[in-house]
């Protein structure tokens, strides 16, 4: 299976505080893609990152990916209680399908 | 339609009988997956259809799941003789491309309960 995996599982943070979360995954890969569930919510694409490209930036994200390692790393920065949210990665092979990881939820307190 | 829309959006069924999640994706997205998620679990690939048909349902957990697309359009998702353990969220996305790359667009998804 190509199922990602993240960590941690949880986290908890300040507001204005940063929060990295991480995915590794399996075999190789045509993109990376990270997406955003609110609570009882479907899920919404926040960034895509090419297995050429080892750093991409959108707003207050930024998203690295290391193919060596098969590894990426989501960085939100100045983290707001409105990110209060779980966080999947997803692995696109070409294959057609994407594989979700099992997620990182993250607590953003006021 | 504007975006991804699934139906029911919450279903509470007794053990055994049969249910239809329906998934209505966005206009002119050929692909279309289905996907599990229980409470607090990451999301289960289920089943993907490109058009009509379905280059990949390895992750149909049982022979009690099926599911059809027709007119490449509107997928349904059949679960016969429901078990306690199928109660779950079952999220529907259908792909468009950013950049020529595949990106899903979800519904709200349909919460199964079986008691």
């Known amino acids: 299976s190509q199922q990602g995996e993240e960590d941690p599982q949880a986290l908890s943070i300040q507001e204005g505080e940063n929060a990295t979360m991480n995915c590794s995954y399996k075999t190789s890969i045509n993109n990376l893609q990270w997406y955003r569930q609110n609570s009882g919510r479907g899920l919404v694409h926040l960034i895509l990152?090419?297995?050429?490209?080892r750093e991409k930036h959108s707003g207050r994200l930024r998203v690295t990916l290391d193919t060596s390692k098969k590894s990426s790393s989501l960085l939100i920065t100045a983290s707001r209680a409105a990110d209060t949210a779980s966080y999947f990665c997803?692995?696109?092979?070409?294959?057609?399908?994407?594989?979700f990881g099992q997620g990182t939820e993250l607590s953003v307190k006021p | 339609g504007a975006g991804v829309s699934q139906s029911p959006s919450n279903k509470v069924t007794e053990k055994g009988k049969d249910v239809e999640l329906r998934c209505d994706p966005i206009?002119?997205?050929?692909?279309l997956y289905w996907y599990r998620q229980s409470l607090g679990q990451g999301l289960e690939f289920l089943i993907y259809?490109?058009?009509?048909?379905?280059?990949?349902k390895s992750g149909l957990p049982s022979d009690r799941f099926s599911a059809e697309r027709t007119g490449g359009s509107v997928s349904t998702l059949t679960i016969q003789r429901t078990q306690q353990e199928d109660s779950a969220v079952y999220l529907c996305?259908?792909?468009?491309?950013?950049?020529?790359?595949?990106?899903?667009?979800f519904g709200a998804g349909s919460r199964l309960t079986v008691l």
């Open positions: 990152i090419r297995s050429n490209e």
């Open positions: 997803a692995t696109d092979n070409q294959g057609g399908k994407l594989i």
């Open positions: 996305a259908s792909r468009g491309e950013i950049s020529g790359a595949n990106v899903l667009t």
């Open positions: 259809f490109q058009g009509n048909s379905a280059p990949d």
């Open positions: 206009s002119g997205h050929t692909a």
